[in-house]
T-cell receptor, first 112, second 116 residues
Framework: SQKIEQNSEALNIQEGKTATLTCNYT??????LQWYRQDPGRGPVFLLL?????KEKRKERLKVTFDTTLKQSLFHITASQPADSATYLC???????????FGKGTSLLVTP | EPEVTQTPSHQVTQMGQEVILRCVPI?????FYWYRQILGQKVEFLVS????????KSEIFDDQFSVERPDGSNFTLKIRSTKLEDSAMYFC??????????????FGDGTRLSIL
């Protein structure tokens, strides 16, 4: 069955450092991968989308990579700030469907 | 910035009762979705809706569930004869074009459904 795995343990980093979150998947050939941020009690908020033929995407302090051979995406937040503290979700989708298939998310805590 | 709005924010219902969750998607969006998130678990796809019909549904979306766009602005999820395991946060989302294009899905802040 399709599986999406994100670091189950919370990631604690110091302000100013780079946070790196991992998303691994098995039994899946996604056409694209999206990253969302979710704050407690709120809905997911879209951050970045990367397609299967793209290796890297950047947006301000965010960078995502997509390695279809390793079946892995890495999500980086550079110069992290306490306001970046949240749960980050990766979500995979295919061109033949409408659904997003989410991972369970990784909780990030940035301390001053 | 336009947003997806959901009402109510919290719904408490007795087991066996019917419940309707309401959503107002972003006005120029054409694709609508419902997801749920059981406490401590991942966000799970339920159904997508386009051009007044279901375009895709998951195994979770059985005969107990139905969706409707009763007018030009609202999008509803009805759960008939609720069960304890239906307790979850239900998210509505919308997108301008199909998922997979460079358009993201925009989520509301959810309705927390508690079945007693």
């Amino acid at each position: 069955s399709q599986k999406i795995e994100q670091n189950s343990e919370a990631l604690n980093i110091q302000e100013g450092k780079t946070a790196t979150l991992t998303c691994n998947y098995t039994n899946y050939s996604p056409a694209y991968l999206q990253w969302y941020r979710q704050d407690p009690g709120r809905g997911p908020v879209f951050l970045l989308l990367i397609r299967e033929n793209e290796k890297e995407k950047r947006k301000e302090r965010l960078k995502v990579t997509f390695d279809t051979t390793l079946k892995q995406s890495l999500f980086h937040i550079t110069a992290s700030q306490p306001a970046d503290s949240a749960t980050y979700l990766c979500a995979l989708g295919s061109n033949s469907g409408y659904a997003l298939n989410f991972g369970k998310g990784t909780s990030l805590l940035v301390t001053p | 910035e336009p947003e997806v709005t959901q009402t109510p924010s919290h719904q408490v219902t007795q087991m066996g009762q019917e419940v309707i969750l309401r959503c107002v998607p972003i006005s120029n969006h054409l694709y609508f979705y419902w997801y749920r998130q059981i406490l401590g678990q991942k966000v799970e796809f339920l159904v997508s809706f386009y051009n007044n019909e279901i375009s895709e549904k998951s195994e979770i979306f059985d005969d107990q569930f139905s969706v409707e766009r009763p007018d030009g602005s609202n999008f509803t999820l009805k759960i008939r004869s609720t069960k304890l395991e239906d307790s979850a946060m239900y998210f509505c989302a919308s997108s301008e074009s199909p998922t997979g294009s460079n358009q993201p899905q925009h989520f509301g802040d959810g309705t927390r459904l508690s079945i007693l």
